[in-house]
């Protein structure tokens, strides 16, 4: 099995893999052209966008800076927003519904460390993707932890961190992120 199929399998993998490393560079060198084109350059925007990530639905927008690992391992919905300083570390795949919003310096760390010091310090590590529902608004500066599944109709209050799934229809807030409250079905 290669370094990269480890990577998607969720087994421990190392990142220093040629191929990984390559695939890397690539997407961060589009990363980079897309951060520093100018602004009022919509359509150039969304053609990079378009050859970073896997998948991408209609409508959408993601204000510059914008940083990720891989990008194929990102899918977007219809009617997606990011503002500034989304940062996607997407050795899983990352999943969002439609019409999902996102506020600024959010970030979405699928990639994990081992425990185990020996392990870790091999250069291994593994990565559990993270799912976004639809209708879910997330806050600024808010961090979701590998493994993360949140429900339809969330909203997740600025500065959380989310370690745990979130069910369908609740407002979260706070590091850890908990239920505040239930939102109409």
Known sequence: MTEKEKMLNSELYNADNK??????IKCKTLCQKYNNLDYDKFEQRNSLIRQILGKVGNKYFIEQPFVCDYGYNIEIGDNFYSNHNLTILDCA????????????NCNFYTAEHPLDVETRNKGLEFARPIKIGNDVWIGGSVTILSGVTVGNNVVIGAGSVVTK???????????PAKVIKKQNE
């Open 93 to 104: 795949k990352v999943e969002f519904g439609d019409n999902v919003f996102i506020g600024p």
């Open 19 to 24: 191929t990984l490393k390559d695939e890397r």
């Open 165 to 175: 799934d979130i069910q369908a229809n609740c407002v979260v807030a706070g590091a």
